[in-house]
């Protein structure tokens, strides 16, 4: 009696992890895509996949929709180098990974008890998007994810992987998460796809520039992260939930190093060039600084003006934040100031101190960046780092000029520790800049005007493009050594790990959006 229940079982869990049939698992792995339930197997460590709502089935009134356990989406829990995470895979093999009521149900159930247990949420999306045959109830569902969203936004670390197309409503949760990964040539995302672009516009796009990785990662922003392949992408997750604590109320783990926090370091100063105008990878000086040299860039390829990303130091992540001087000179944009305003709200939700590194010579100027909005969106950065209670530490290296200057974590935006190095210029304006509005008669009179603005900018420089100024007005609280600065930095964190800092109570600030 008892045997013919267990055989019932497997029967049943043969059928339900069978999801769309053997055929449609063989078109999957033909297109080179693993299947749900294979993509979790490789992603959380072995044996510790607990599957729920496995035979969940759809109710929808549609005599033509076929019933398919689990409907389209594989939910459950289990760990990621020993860490709780709770996860939800879409399963195209069932009606094109399309999400029903009963779907959407599944996966706002998972993100709920991801919240429950303060355990971080992980999304693999592989979808057609609303369930056409379930029509409003399909909606309803997306409505009830993304309110999940935001519920779980700054409490419990939310990331998203597009593996496959993600069509209509599943791009806006992705959007709503922390990070996007996509896999090259496989994820796209887009709202709506070629043949509407095609009916609405009479625009012949392809699938790939629509919405593919590259599109994401370098122009739209929507993309974190690009991956070679599912394995890489898998990694990535695996590496990034390594920087991140559990939830809000956590710190991220603390990981034993080998690397000395009194390292001094004299290849530092070698990077940056004699010449102001001459342009330096920042990203040697942030591995120079950081933990055993690693760096884990984060939208690596858009903005690249601004650098974001996670390290160690002395075993903590730290959030930095670097301008790029290899483009735009290092100089801030509408792109730059909306990428790093993002990360520092992440770090700020989640007690990862920020490091800033600054070397930039100013909001970048011009008619496009004025009526695209850079106002607008410049001021998202100050903001963030106002918002932010973390420890904040900065360091400037080279230029830190108007705005710009003010904008990359100076001191009364509520920052922690000020440093610069020797090499530091902080100023108004620039120095030609600079001669050529306060010296401008000077120079219309001069008899070799070109030598006059070369003697002019180098007074000016001596005078003025300097860090001691701000040194003696406290505006900076130390000049440093550049060898010195990975411990100089660790010393300001450390100092500063136990800060409290209360702000006036109100429903949310309301950020320029
Ligand atoms: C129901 C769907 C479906 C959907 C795909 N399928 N999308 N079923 N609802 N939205 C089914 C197909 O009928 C097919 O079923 C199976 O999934 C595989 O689909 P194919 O088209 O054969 O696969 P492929 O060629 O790889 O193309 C994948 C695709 C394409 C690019 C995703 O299917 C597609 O364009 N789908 C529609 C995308 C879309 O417009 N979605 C609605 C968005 S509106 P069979 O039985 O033949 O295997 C939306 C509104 C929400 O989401 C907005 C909230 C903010």
């Given amino acids: ?31 080179g895509k693993l299947t749900a339930r294979e993509r979790i197997e490789i992603l959380l460590d072995p044996n510790t996949f607990v599957e729920i709502d ?22 459950g829990f289990g760990l990621v180098n020993g860490r709780q995470v709770f996860i939800y895979a879409y399963d195209f093999t069932v009606l ?18 991801a919240m429950d247990c303060g355990a971080p949420i992980l999304g693999i999306i592989d979808s057609g998007g609303a369930r056409i045959q379930e029509g409003v109830m399909s909606l309803d569902g997306y409505g009830g994810i993304f309110f999940k969203n935001m519920m779980a936004s700054g409490v419990i670390p939310q990331i998203t992987a597009s593996i496959g197309p993600c069509a209509g409503g599943a791009v806006y949760s992705p ?31 392809s699938f790939e520039d629509l919405g593919g990785a590259k ?30 604590p559990q939830n809000n109320s956590e710190e991220a783990p603390f990981v034993e190093t080998s690397d000395d926090i009194n390292r001094v370091d004299p290849k530092l100063l070698s990077i940056l060039p004699e010449n102001p105008y001459e342009q330096y990878d920042m990203k040697q000086i942030i591995k120079l600084i950081a933990d055993r040299g690693e ?82 969106h ?65 120079l219309k009179h001069s008899p070799d005007a070109a030598a ?8 000016f420089r001596d005078k003025f493009a300097n860090p001691y100024i701000a040194a003696e007005k406290g505006i900076i609280d130390a000049v440093i050594d550049p060898m010195e600065t990975r411990p100089m930095i660790i010393h300001a964190l450390v100092a500063f790990s136990n800060k409290r800092e209360s702000r006036p109570v109100r429903k949310h600030g309301n950020i320029n959006l």
């Avoid at 950065?381 to 360091?395: D, G, N, Q, R, S």
Wanted: aromatic share 8%; hydrophobic share 40%.
């Fill in 378 to 442: 410049g001021s998202k950065l100050l903001y963030a780092y106002c918002e932010a209670t973390v420890p904040k530490i900065t360091c400037i290296i080279g230029k830190a000029y108007g705005g710009a200057y003010i904008a990359m974590g100076s001191k009364n935006l509520g920052t922690d520790v000020n440093y610069a190095w020797p090499t530091a210029e902080i100023a108004v304006l620039g120095p030609e800049a600079a001669i050529t509005i306060i010296h401008r008669r000077d």
């Fill in 96 to 113: 094109g990974g399309s999400l029903g009521e009963m779907a959407g149900r599944k996966i706002s159930k998972i993100m709920e008890h």
């Fill in 175 to 205: 959007a709503m998460t922390d990070f996007v990964i996509m896999v090259e040539k496989v994820g796209q995302m887009f709202v709506t796809g070629p043949e509407v672009v095609k009916e609405v516009l009479s625009q012949d796009v």
């Fill in 215 to 244: 599109t994401h990662a370098t122009k739209s922003g929507v993309a974190h992260f690009v991956a070679k392949n599912e394995y890489d992408c898998i990694d990535k997750i695996r590496t990034l939930l390594s920087f991140l």
């Fill in 1 to 31: 009696m008892h045997e013919e229940k267990i055989k019932k079982l497997y029967q049943l869990k043969k059928l339900a992890e069978g999801g769309g049939g053997q055929e449609k698992i063989d078109a999957q792995h033909s297109k």
């Fill in 54 to 75: 496995k035979y969940v089935t759809h109710r929808s009134e549609d005599a033509n929709e076929k019933k398919y356990y689990g409907d389209g989406v594989v939910t």
């Fill in 295 to 376: 760096f884990f860039e984060i939208h690596e390829l858009f903005a690249e003006n601004i650098i974001v990303g996670f390290a160690r130091m002395a075993g903590r992540s730290v959030g930095i934040v670097a301008n790029q001087p290899m483009y735009l000179a290092g100089a801030l944009d509408i792109n730059s100031s909306s990428k790093a305003a993002r990360f520092i709200r992440f770090c700020d939700s989640f007690n990862i101190p920020i490091v800033t590194l600054v070397d930039t010579p100013g909001y970048l100027p011009g008619t496009d960046q004025e009526s695209n909005g850079i106002i607008r």
């Fill in 452 to 459: 006059t603005k070369r003697k002019l900018v180098k007074d």
